[in-house]
């Protein structure tokens, strides 16, 4: 593939949980810094989506191919080493931030860095202590992440994946499990990381952040995409009829 | 009070305790350990034929006595051309026994970290192995420092079975001299008190490493 090509591309992703079809044919197409929004109700898929980006879950058919590999084509018996290559070029942020509960802060972020890519633990440090300091959390670098607010743990959360370089940002509905006043913090980051040209797939119910920062929405439900395109026009002036349902839905609760 | 007794039988059950008793507690239960954690990766491995060999496993050494087992390594495997020693006959007994009791609380313990630090750990490239080792065992190693505690203090007291195998340990010491002096209630009840000493010491020891284990956790 090219440099004009797509960092990535899905094609046909299809998993089934049990007899519960999750995704029936997903296709998406991602540009080096891009920012991709994916909402939709909940039970959509899109956090499943997300998940087999990340070869945390492995498709059970269709295609996914980063610039430059790996490219898999998921078959009925796709070695799982093979689905573990995808890991290598993306990261993610969990909604529960899944920080690691027994290292402190910094030892959270030099993890990747250090037992995986194999980088001396000084540069790693530095790395790490640069990047905590972007995100406001420089003096809580010897803190354990229980000392910390659900902001402050997203935040690690987020710096620990930037820590791996990754082509590819995954975020699972990273300011669901925030209180309220906490959801800017966080926000505010991932707009910065934007604006840097980080490429981002969001699973997100923040309607008014996805239209600030994406470059593209994708709206899915029932394990398909049901249309994508600008913010403005799939949050404002949606085609479909499902689409403008859930933005109802959400722009006016009661 | 025969206290002439009482302290010329302290010394040789003291140092069998010392001598014998505490290292073979130990040296059974870091073998067993270690076997336990084999044990307990192969049930939870989801291959189907690892996992039912380590329930039959954990199914036998539960559910026979541990001193059936002692004498079957000790008494029965010679009867086979196997002779060991009662030194190694007993270490290998009781950390097969361990490993039993071990794996089971090595495997819920493993159970109860939360499936996302396994994804944590998946999502910055780590391997299986890799987030066992750096990420989900230190969190059940504060999960299982309780039970396995427990099953620690009952092995020191089982190790009084070594006796019956002539391993010279406390309980051995206890009966040559209150064989020798005829003053039963007095020795055993010697023995007795030192096992405890040392089942209390150890109980404090588990308070230390608990209270270390739980820095990092909000309580």
């Given at each position: 593939m090219s440099p004009a090509d797509p960092l990535l591309r899905a094609t046909a992703l299809q998993k089934s949980f049990g007899g519960n079809q999750v995704l029936k044919s997903i296709d998406l197409s991602i540009d080096s810094g891009q920012v991709v929004a994916l909402v939709g109700p909940s039970g959509s898929g899109k956090t499943t989506v997300l998940r087999c980006l990340n070869g945390l879950e492995t498709p059970d058919g269709g295609t996914v191919a980063f610039r430059d590999g790996p490219a898999i084509d998921f078959?009925?018996?796709?070695?799982r080493k093979d689905a573990l290559a995808l890991r290598d070029r993306s990261a993610m942020v969990f909604q529960t931030y899944n920080l690691f509960p027994h290292m402190t802060v910094l030892e959270n972020v030099i993890e990747g860095p250090v037992q995986v890519r194999k980088r001396p633990r000084r540069e790693a440090i530095a790395d790490a202590e640069r990047l905590l300091a972007r995100v406001g959390l420089a003096d809580k670098?010897?803190?354990?992440?229980?000392?910390?607010s659900g902001g402050q743990q997203q935040r690690v959360g987020i710096v620990r994946a930037l820590a791996l370089q990754p082509d590819l940002l995954l975020f699972d509905e990273p300011t669901s499990a925030l209180d309220p006043e906490l959801v800017g913090e966080v926000l505010t980051v991932i707009k910065e990381l934007a604006e840097e040209k980080w490429t981002m797939v969001i699973v997100t119910h923040e309607l008014a952040f996805a239209r600030e920062v994406a470059d593209e929405v994708v709206f899915m439900d029932e394990g398909v995409v049901v249309e994508h395109g600008h913010p403005d026009q799939v949050l404002r002036d949606p085609h479909h009829e499902r689409t403008r349902r859930f933005v109802d839905r959400l722009l006016n609760p009661f | 009070m025969d206290w002439d007794l009482l302290r010329s039988s302290f010394w040789p059950m003291l140092s069998g305790g010392l001598t014998a008793t505490i290292p073979l507690a130990l040296a059974s239960f870091a073998l067993g350990l270690l076997l336990a954690l084999v044990i307990a990766l192969m049930r939870i491995s989801g291959q189907p034929v690892l996992s039912a060999i380590a329930r039959f496993y954990v199914s036998v050494v539960r559910g026979t006595p541990l001193l059936v087992q002692l004498f079957v390594i000790f008494y029965g495997l010679p009867s086979l051309g196997v002779t060991i020693d009662p030194w190694p006959s007993a270490i290998i007994a009781f950390s097969l026994n361990v490993a039993g009791y071990a794996a089971e609380i090595l495997r819920a313990a493993i159970l109860s970290v939360p499936k996302g630090q396994w994804e944590a750990g998946h999502t910055i490239g780590m391997s299986r192995a890799l987030t066992l080792r750096r990420v989900i065992l230190p969190q059940a190693a504060r999960v299982s420092v309780p039970p396995l505690s427990n099953t620690f203090i009952s092995l020191v007291k089982d190790t009084s079975l070594a006796s019956l195998i002539l391993v010279g340990e406390l309980f051995r010491e206890a009966q040559q001299i209150a064989s020798f002096s005829q003053q039963f209630m007095i020795v055993y009840m010697e023995a007795a008190a030192i096992y405890w000493v040392f089942c209390l010491v150890l109980s404090t020891g588990q308070s230390a490493l608990e209270k270390r284990l739980d820095r990092y956790v909000a309580r």
């Open positions: 078959g009925p018996k796709i070695p670098r010897d803190d354990h992440p229980f000392n910390l | -």
